[in-house]
C-alpha cells in the first residue's frame, strides 16, 4: 500500500463549476501538507501550504486538513481553462524533513 | 533570478551508456533535492543536499546513481550503465532553510533506449 493515495482522475469539468480534488494517506506522522500544480512538460509548482488540520484559504483555492481521518482536499472555486492541469498532493513528517512524499496526481481539464 | 535551471531538457540514450544531469538552484537557496517522476505518478524522492554535503539518499538511489554538489551551487546527477528502467523525468528543486516549499526546475526528460 502506498503512503498517499490519490485518485488520478482523469477529471474533466465545465468551466465555473467547483473542483474537489482528494488525498488519503497512511503514516500519521505527516504534518505539513501541500498541494501542487503540474503543467505538462513542466516541473511542480507550490499552490497551498497548511500545516496540521485545519483549513486554509487563498483567492479561489481552499485546502484542508483532516489528520483524524487521514484525508485532505483541495477545493477550486470558479474554475478557469487554465485551471486545467494535474494537481498532486505531497506531504511530509516534521519541520526538519526534507523529503517529501507525492501522491500519483490528478489530471483535470476545465471545459470552456 | 531564473528560477532552477535543467539541462538538457531532454535525454535520448542507449542502454548501456552513462549520462550526466545538471541542476543550477536559485541562487540563495542552500538546500537541492533531486527526484524522479515517471509517467503518471508523482515525484519520488532521491537525494538531498545541504550546502554541498549530501544529507539524505533513498534506496531508490542504487550504485549506479550518483549526485554531487561539489561547491554547494550546481548539482549534477549521473547514472552509469543505464537501463530501460531508468526511463523518467528527473526533477531537480531547491528551497532555503526555513522556507516552506520547494522551486522545482522543469526536469531532464531521460528516454533510453
Known sequence: QKEVEQDPGPLSVPEGAIVSLNCTYSNSAFQYFMWYRQYSRKGPELLMYTYSSGNKEDGRFTAQVDKSSKYISLFIRDSQPSDSATYLCAMRAFQGAQKLVFGQGTRLTINP | ?????????????????????????????????????????????????????????????????????????FSTLEIQRTEQGDSAMYLCASSYFGTRGYTFGSGTRLTVV
Open chain 2, 1 to 73: 533570478d531564473t528560477g532552477v535551471s535543467q539541462d538538457p531538457r531532454h535525454k535520448i540514450t542507449k542502454r548501456g551508456q552513462n549520462v550526466t544531469f545538471r541542476c543550477d538552484p536559485i541562487s540563495e537557496h542552500n538546500r537541492l533535492y533531486w527526484y524522479r517522476q515517471t509517467l503518471g505518478q508523482g515525484p519520488e524522492f532521491l537525494t538531498y543536499f545541504q550546502n554541498e554535503a549530501q544529507l539524505e539518499k533513498s534506496r531508490l538511489l542504487s550504485d549506479r546513481f550518483s549526485a554531487e554538489r561539489p561547491k554547494g551551487s
